[in-house]
């Protein structure tokens, strides 16, 4: 301010000196740079406008203006594919690199129109519209990039789905010539419809040195083993007709052949079938009175009679897949669709997507020699199986088969899955339909252990400012033999801790963690000072549990390291005349939770409530300063499908100087706030994960007529 | 001064502009400027066009294509004897090169494996010798070669590499000599070690024709899929049965361990698979990272030593091994020589999480084992990278994958028998493929080998899965009952039973196992039931309680002695508590009164070995023990007791005193006995202590009878 005041002061005398030339030139420099700041500001808010106007116009575009170019005949081929390639052999992974996303990045070519010296196209369909919807798909998805430099993956975009309508020379050449060829590496052709008459070659006939191939139909001799993928060969009837879902279960018929070019050998054998199970099987040929066309590709004909096709195949149980000159068949799309099992017969035959997809929870797989014995062998499939596998049929339709965009990009998530094998999806996201992901459960501690005895637990003392309490408490769990520490949660941030010459003496290490704020979920936090596994979460004014009480609960909590065991169990009801859950603390002969103020778990569940914890559910807790144990219930529940343990009989939980959990919990308000808490976790979760039981657990011999002194634990549920 | 100015103003005006294009992107201004000018768009960076005409793009193949297969002229029969002499040897697959009509009678009695004898003075290795006795002492062995149809040399072929002292000469022209070979169809071969220093190439030194091979370190290149089987690399030490388990005996939480990822092992200065082990000490930190090799190995190493050597060698001894792969959250498993080693399984049992580097190996049992959920794959290429990669890899990831690791270890690899078992069971599952296993069920506990698909192919009727996927067990029950004495009068304990057990609303069907020496009396003579009543003759046998009956339709069945005295309440609250134990798969002690799932009676007939059931048999005796012990190797858990009982059985008259058998301290030794034959044939002790019983939530507290479900309990 100063230094430009006295600037300025200067100014006047500096200009009236300065000569008009100068003057002028000065002028238009300041203009000059006026005009550059304008220019430039004007360029910076542009920008966007700009480019969605040049997108206006590129969307104008047709395909017939790809630009065009002339193969050479002397322009090189590649070399035919390599059988032995694999994905460390033949795949440039560097070209991936590592990144946090675990994603690959793929680049698709421009279109180009390729002819031969004649001015003759290399196919003679061009783009088709499958391979249009495809490339489109993958570059809506995040495997798309732009930058050709940064590509893992490059999918050409000449189309070689069907080879018949392919020049093969023509279109290798064609291939040879993109500008990243380098050999066919980190290449990604799709095919659906390999070889031609007359020994139809399972795999692309077109050369393509390392090329990675996506082809329907790959038989074992063919298929590289983890380098190619098998896709299923598209039924563009699933784009015209709609199929609704039916529910699984026995349908008119037993078993459908739908195909109309069954070879004539097969086709007496399946009359035969016919013949000896009679209306069980129907056995569907192509209208012979129908001329050639779209119609009599939805026709079928059985003795005159005319069928609707696909519909029919969904009054089917099964139905018959069985290869032609190819191994791919586009029926088995339609089959899948129907919610029929298909009946696969194609010896050698590579199932699309089979290196991730368990095709034996969807279909039945029979040897083209028994084919006689499919009656006999689809009857021995119990029911319910049946059911499940029509079901897990029509969930691969829907999610790898409907369309273009699910092919495409299950081929790619399965390179994906190669390339970067540590994010790979599991089994169970490939294969199990939605209805079963929502409903089934996979509990993080899956494995069946009986941790050892020795480490002991840690016992978790939440306290406010009850320090009698709180010693009374300390001094009484100090007496279980397997307590290996003592951790008190200080959740008073006026209040400091009493010395530490004032607490009782224990004979286990005793830490004191002072919080931040008085939140009722620090006591789930997952302190590192808890070593152990198993965490006794204990409120402290719990000073009527014996030690052989809670002796006992860490016993069983051992043989039940995922479960939540407690003392004093809760049960949730369902008000019918409210129409929601209800929160019972009363005598009930059930228990769908137990209190968390003094029950074992493990320390797992202090991770994924701090961090995992569904919704809003953390600060709902912290907010209503109640529930944190609701919570926590539901949270094992959830994840573990299994119910509490109660463990000993039931306790007045009563002391005469702090306020019970029971006294409190009698409080009218205090239990209309809970059963709030429950309908409101119930939403959040989505569902009502608790699990009911009507038992608890006593040592072996609790109140048998046995001496007292031999058993393990005497002192329990005594007053 | 003036032109000093002029300078300044003019630098500060460069400057400016300067700037404002750096920030401004004005570097593009002459560009943009150009294309706005001229109108003109260059190539545009956008993902795939919206073609305008794409409605009228062509379909890549029309319907009638699709539909209207062209066919060839040639028949299918034909086609499939042309593939057979086409597809042998190195492409050999199921469907060319083994003979299914020699195994063409269904299920476990169609699949049988003969053993060629051994010949006097052959040499036989301590590890083919547990391999031969796995597959004698297996239900699918046969010594007569005409029912088999699966065939195993007696030949040693496990070590074929020429410089060692297991290798076996003139294998050819011994197995031309068999009549039996048939150019190697439906035999197995196995093999640990292949080809020798330097190349170490696959080539077993004969000609295995079309047989199946069953070997180590496969490469995906030479493995024929679907037909040849990788197996791991085991040492001589490898236990026959039973194994140790693994050592993960708890989940700690944080997952990580004091390590993140270790090595110790070999470096190869020079030969084949030198490039990976001469670079692993590049990850080596120090702190959690060690990566520790030494060049003292062979005979020779000082005269390829180079400058590392001493320092490593050094650095090698401070680390111990076994600490090592106690304290690594991941253990590098490197390729050797060749590409499996022994290090596979020892970091799977040590839940350490093997860090695979060995490009092309095809991993042991990859037919059937889901790998990506235990291991983590690596590249040889890419080992820079394995420390950012295991890094980064979730805890959550790290708890699942450690404990997937303990899942395989102890489903297919603790012992010699269960590599053995699962070779066979994989080739069975291809044979008769219409009862096989689905990879769900080789995946999840308690893994493959204890399902059997004979039983059902249908996840769901099985005991283990409820969880997984989504579903809850049926409420009913079967109940048998096992009747020794004959019916006299209608005031017998049976009688007593039979009404108990019917009124449980759970209860579905009510099975009568007669095996008293009586004929079992007409059907008017036993009382009216509310439920299905079946009687079935159990021939006096004793394992007769825990044969797989057609007649039991539900999951859950409870088997009763006929003197048992039972209180409907009892049959409640086990119905109760079935989910806890159909979940575990639990059996009730005391043995009289037990609920299980079906399927172990199924197990108990076809799991176990004959032997086990004729020793039941014989003494009349232990075959509770023998269940307990079956369901305890099978869930790793212990039974679970349910309520208070201080007496089962009727009080027996004192003159009938001395036929209980329990009065007879000959029992109890037996007993024993027993105990010891079936801990033997397990190779290991199954059953697991529990500390606690299940009772009624309010079992003996103190309110009113009235409140309590189950109120009879009380009084006992």
Same mark, same amino acid.
């Given at each position: ?219 074992? &001799? ?47 054998? *399946?009359?035969? %079938? ?47 897949? %069985? ?71 029509? &969930? ?33 996201? &490939? ?78 290490? %005793? ?33 009527? %549990? ?27 009801? &369902? ?32 991770? *994924? ?80 994960? *608790? ?29 | ?31 943009? +400027? ?128 020429? +410089? ?287 399902? +059997? ?158 032997? +086990? ?104």
């Amino acid at each position: 301010m100063y230094a430009s005041g006295k600037y300025s002061s200067r100014g006047p005398a500096l200009i009236p000196r300065m000569k008009t030339k100068h003057r002028i030139y000065y002028i238009t420099l300041f203009s000059v740079v006026l005009f550059g700041l304008i220019a430039t500001g004007m360029f910076q808010f542009w920008p966007h406008s700009i480019e969605s106007t040049a997108d206006w116009t590129v969307d104008k575009r047709s395909v017939h203006d790809a630009p065009l170019m002339r193969l050479q005949v002397s322009s090189p081929i590649p070399e035919r594919g390599d059988l032995s390639c694999r994905m460390h052999t033949c795949f440039d992974v560097y070209r991936c690199g590592y990144n946090p996303k675990n994603r690959i990045k793929v680049y698709i070519y421009p279109l180009q129109r390729f002819v031969d010296e004649l001015g003759v196209p290399i196919s003679s369909t061009g783009l088709s519209r499958e391979y249009n919807d495809l490339l489109s798909a993958i570059s809506d998805s995040d495997f798309y990039t732009d930058d050709v430099n940064r590509a893992c993956l490059f999918v050409p975009s000449t189309d070689v789905l069907n080879q018949n309508s392919l020049r093969i020379r023509e279109t290798a050449q064609a291939l040879a010539m993109l500008p990243r060829w380098n050999k066919g590496m980190n290449h990604l052709l799709f095919n659906m419809l390999p070889g031609g008459p007359p020994d139809y070659n399972t795999a692309l006939d077109v050369p393509r040195d390392r090329a990675l191939l996506a082809g329907g139909g790959f038989s074992t &001799w063919t298929y590289r083993q983890g380098y190619d993928v098998s896709i299923p060969v598209y039924s563009p009837l699933s784009a015209d007709v709609e199929l609704p879902e039916r529910q699984p279960g026995p349908r008119r018929y037993f078993i459908l052949s739908s195909q109309t070019a069954i070879h004539r050998e097969y086709r007496a054998e *399946l009359e035969r %079938l016919k013949e000896e199970n009679g209306e069980a099987l129907l056995l569907l040929d192509k209208c012979s009175n129908l001329s050639h066309g779209a119609a009599s590709a939805r026709k079928r004909c059985y003795k005159g009679q005319v069928y609707d096709y696909p519909q029919i195949l969904q009054e089917s149980s099964f139905c018959v897949v %069985l290869r032609g000159a190819r191994l791919g068949q586009a029926a088995l799309s339609d089959v899948l669709q129907a919610g029929c099992v298909p009946v696969i017969l194609a010896d050698s035959y590579i199932l699309p997507f089979s290196e991730v997809l368990d095709w034996k929870r969807a279909s039945v797989v029979i040897p083209e020699e028994k084919l006689s014995e499919m009656y006999t062998i689809l009857k021995s499939i119990p029911h319910r199986q049946v059911e499940e596998m029509q079901r897990q049929a029509r &969930w691969f339709w829907e999610a790898y088969f409907s369309s273009m965009k699910a092919i495409g990009l299950t081929t790619l998530q399965i390179i994906n899955d190669r390339i970067y094998p540590y994010a790979a999806q599991t089994y169970e996201q &490939w294969n199990n339909p939605t209805v079963v992901k929502w409903s089934s459960v996979n509990s993080p501690l899956f494995l069946p252990l009986i941790p050892p005895r020795a480490p002991g637990f840690t016992a978790v003392v939440l306290t406010y400012d009850r320090v009698d309490s709180l010693f009374r408490v300390i001094t009484e769990i100090s007496k279980v033999p397997s307590l290996a520490k003592l951790l008190v949660v200080w959740n008073n941030q006026n209040k400091s801790p009493p010395e530490e010459s004032l607490w009782p003496k224990v004979g286990v290490p %005793l830490k004191v963690v002072r919080t931040k704020e008085n939140k009722l979920s620090n006591r789930f936090f997952p302190y590192d000072e808890i070593e152990t596994e198993a965490v006794l979460a204990i409120d402290d004014d719990i000073i009527m %549990l014996t030690s052989d009480e809670l002796q006992f609960g860490y016993e069983v909590w051992r043989e039940f390291p995922d479960r939540l065991v407690g003392y004093p169990g809760r049960l949730h009801l &369902w008000d019918h005349e409210m129409g929601k859950w209800k929160y019972e603390s009363e005598w009930t002969n059930e228990v769908s939770m137990v209190l968390t103020g003094a029950a074992f778990y493990h320390k797992y569940f202090n991770y *994924l409530y701090t961090y995992k914890m569904p919704g809003d559910i953390k600060n709902w807790v912290d907010a209503h300063m109640n529930c944190e144990d609701i919570a926590m219930n539901f949270l094992v529940a959830n994840i573990t499908g299994k119910a509490p343990i109660k463990v000993t009989p039931r306790k007045k939980f009563k002391c005469p100087e702090c306020t019970a959990i029971d006294g409190l919990s009698l409080d009218q308000t205090h239990m209309v706030e809970r059963s709030e808490c429950i309908n409101k976790f119930a939403s959040v979760f989505g569902t009502m994960p *608790l699990k009911v039981v009507e038992h608890r657990a006593d040592p072996v011999l609790y109140k048998d007529d046995f001496p007292e002194k031999l058993k393990s634990f005497p002192n329990i549920g005594s007053l | 001064m003036q032109a000093r100015k002029k300078y300044v103003l003019l630098g500060l005006c460069t400057f400016c502009w300067l700037v404002l294009f750096y920030f401004g992107r004005g570097v593009q201004l002459p560009v943009r +400027l150009l294309r706005m000018l001229t109108g003109q768009q260059g190539e545009v960076v956008r993902p795939w066009p919206n073609w305008t005409d794409r409605a009228f793009l062509p379909c890549y193949a029309h319907l009638n294509e699709l539909q209207t297969d062209p066919g060839t002229s040639e028949s299918p029969r034909q086609r499939r004897q042309a593939w057979s002499v086409i597809y042998k040897d190195s492409r050999c697959r199921m469907e060319t090169c083994f003979d299914f009509s020699r195994c063409r009678r269904r299920g476990r009695e169609g699949f049988r494996v003969y053993v060629y004898p051994s010949e006097k003075n052959e040499r036989v290795s301590e590890s083919y010798k547990k391999i031969l006795t796995s597959i004698a002492e297996s239900r699918y062995y046969t010594s007569d070669p005409r029912e088999a149809c699966l065939f195993v040399l007696g030949i040693d072929t496990l070590d074929r590499d020429q +410089l060692s002292g297991q290798f076996v000469p003139n294998v050819d022209e011994r197995i031309r000599g068999y009549p039996l070979w048939n150019d190697g169809r439906n035999h197995l071969i196995f093999n640990l070690y292949s080809g020798t220093w330097p190349n170490y190439t696959e080539d077993l030194g004969f000609n295995i024709g079309q047989a199946i091979l069953a070997r180590a370190s496969l490469n995906t290149e030479h493995f024929r899929p679907g037909f040849d089987i990788s197996i791991p690399l085991f040492s001589k030490d490898h236990p026959q049965k039973g194994g140790e388990r693994g050592w993960l005996v708890r989940n700690t939480t944080p997952p990580r361990r004091k390590y993140l990822l270790m090595f110790k092992g070999k470096r190869y200065l020079t030969g084949i698979g030198s490039d990976t082990r001469n670079a692993l000490h590049h990850i080596h930190n120090g702190k959690d990272i060690v990566s520790l090799t030494t060049c003292r190995h062979g005979k020779d190493w000082e005269k390829h030593k180079d400058a590392r050597c001493d320092h490593d060698n050094l650095e090698y001894e401070r680390f111990d091994y076994q600490e090592l792969l106690h304290n690594s959250t991941f253990c590098l498993v490197p390729r050797g020589r060749r590409l499996g080693s022994f290090r596979f399984l020892e970091s799977l049992q040590a839940a350490c999480i093997p860090v695979l580097l060995s490009n092309g190996w095809e991993l042991p049992f990859s037919d059937v084992i889901q790998w990506n959920q235990a291991v983590i794959e690596g590249d040889e290429r890419l080992l820079l990278q394995v420390p950012s990669t295991v890094r980064a890899v979730a805890s959550e990831r790290v708890l699942a994958l450690r404990q997937r690791t303990q899942i395989l270890w102890e489903a297919y690899f603790s012992s010699v028998d269960k590599i053995v078992v699962t070779t066979l069971e994989i080739i069975k599952d291809r044979v008769f493929s219409h009862t096989s296993r689905n990879k769900y069920m080789w995946n999840a506990l308690p893994g493959g080998l204890l399902v +059997l698909p004979e039983y059902s192919t249908h996840l769901a009727h099985f005991p283990f899965y409820y969880l997984g996927l989504g579903i809850s067990p049926n409420q009913e029950f079967t109940a048998i009952i096992h009747a020794v004495s004959p019916l006299v009068s209608q005031s017998q304990p049976i009688m007593k039973l039979l009404q108990v057990v019917s009124k449980s609303k759970y209860c579905s069907q009510i099975i009568i196992l007669w095996n008293s020496e009586k004929a079992p009396p007409s059907r008017s003579k036993w009382p009216p039931m509310p439920v299905p009543l079946t009687v079935t003759d159990g021939k006096r046998k004793t394992t007769s309680r825990f044969l797989p009956h057609v007649a039991i339709e539900t999951d859950a069945v409870l088997s009763l002695d006929e003197d048992t005295v039972l209180l409907t309440s009892e049959v409640c609250i086990q119905q109760a508590c079935r989910l806890v134990h159909v979940v575990l798969g639990g059996c009730l002690v005391p043995p009289s009164v037990c609920h299980l799932h079906r399927y172990y009676h199924y197990l108990f007939s076809h799991y176990l070995p004959q032997s +086990l059931r004729t020793i039941v048999d014989h003494t009349s005796n232990c075959e509770d023990i023998l269940m307990n012990f079956l369901v305890s190797a099978v869930t790793r858990l212990p039974p679970i007791k349910v309520a208070q009982r201080k007496q089962y059985k009727e009080l027996p008259s004192p003159q009938a005193t001395k036929n209980v058998p329990w009065a007879n301290p000959e029992h109890f030794n037996q007993r024993q006995e027993c105990i010891n034959t079936f801990a033997n044939w397990f190779g290991y002790m199954p059953l697991v202590h529990s500390q606690f019983r299940l009772d009624p939530v309010l079992f003996k507290d103190q309110v009113s009878v009235l409140r309590k479900k189950y109120k009879d309990l009380e009084k006992a």
